[in-house]
C-alpha cells in the first residue's frame, strides 16, 4: 500500500544553519504531497504542498520539489531560526480513496541559538 | 483566518467509560475528518465523513467508535467503551471539496488520556 518514509529525528541545528529533512514515498498513481508542522503544543499546520511531478511547494523560507523519478519529496530550507524547532511531517494524498492523508513518522527539529 | 476548533484540549477518563471528543470544522467545508496520534508514533488515520454518511474508515475505526454532525457546526467522535490503547492525541480536519490537491486543515487537537 502507499506509504511515506521519513528521516529519523532529532534534527539539532545551529541557528542559520541550512536544513534538509528527507521524504520519500510509495504510491500508486500519482498523490499529493504535503508538509505539515507541528510546533510545541499545538495541532498540525500545512507548511507547503505539491500536486504533481516536478512541481515546488514553497512557504516561510521552505521549500521541498515533487520528484517522481526518486519517488521523494525532501524539505529544505536555507537558514533556520530558532522560531523553526518544531516536528514535520511528510504526507501523501492517498491517490486510492477519499483524501485519506497517509503521514511519515515525523521529524523533531531542534535548532539552538 | 477561518480555522478548526476542538474541544476540550484534553480528557481524562476511566477505562470502559464513553467519551465524546468535539470539532467545529470551517463553515464552508463539507469533508470532515479525524485522525489520531498515539505518543510517539505516526498521525493514522480514522475515518472520513461527507454528506452525513461515513466515506471511509481505517482498520482502527471499529464498532466502538462512531462519528455524527449533530447539527450544523459540529463534527463529533465517540469512543463507546473506552481501552488504554485509545489514549492518543485525536485531531479532527476538514477541506473545501474532494479535489485530490485539496488541502486539510487540522484542529489543534484533543488529548485523551484513559486510565
Known amino acids: 500500500g502507499d506509504s511515506v518514509t521519513q528521516m529519523e529525528g532529532p534534527v539539532t541545528l545551529s541557528e542559520e544553519a541550512f536544513l534538509t529533512i528527507n521524504c520519500t514515498y510509495t504510491a500508486t498513481g500519482y498523490p499529493s504531497l504535503f508538509w505539515y508542522v507541528q510546533y510545541p ?14 512541481d515546488k511547494g514553497s512557504n516561510k523560507g521552505f521549500e521541498a520539489t515533487y520528484r517522481k523519478e526518486t519517488t521523494s519529496f525532501h524539505l529544505e530550507k536555507g537558514s533556520v531560526q530558532v522560531s523553526d524547532s518544531a516536528v514535520y511531517f511528510c504526507a501523501l494524498l492517498f491517490s486510492g480513496g477519499y483524501n485519506k492523508l497517509i503521514f511519515g513518522a515525523g521529524t523533531r527539529l531542534a535548532v539552538h541559538p | 483566518e477561518p480555522e478548526v476548533t476542538q474541544t476540550p484540549s484534553h480528557q481524562v477518563t476511566q477505562m470502559g467509560q464513553e467519551v465524546i471528543l468535539r470539532c467545529v470544522p470551517i463553515s464552508n467545508h463539507l469533508y470532515f475528518y479525524w485522525y489520531r496520534q498515539i505518543l510517539g508514533q505516526k ?31 459540529n463534527f463529533t467522535l465517540k469512543i463507546r467503551s473506552t481501552k488504554l490503547e485509545d489514549s492518543a492525541m485525536y485531531f479532527c480536519a476538514s477541506s473545501d471539496q474532494r479535489e485530490r490537491e485539496e488541502t486539510q486543515y487540522f484542529g489543534p487537537g484533543t488529548r485523551l488520556l484513559v486510565l
Open chain 1, 41 to 54: 503544543g499545538e495541532g498540525l499546520q500545512l507548511l507547503l504542498k505539491a500536486t504533481k511531478a516536478d
Open chain 2, 43 to 73: 498521525v493514522e488515520f480514522l475515518v472520513s465523513f461527507y454528506n452525513n454518511e461515513i466515506s471511509e474508515k481505517s482498520e482502527i475505526f471499529d464498532d466502538q467508535f462512531s462519528v455524527e454532525r449533530p447539527d450544523g457546526s
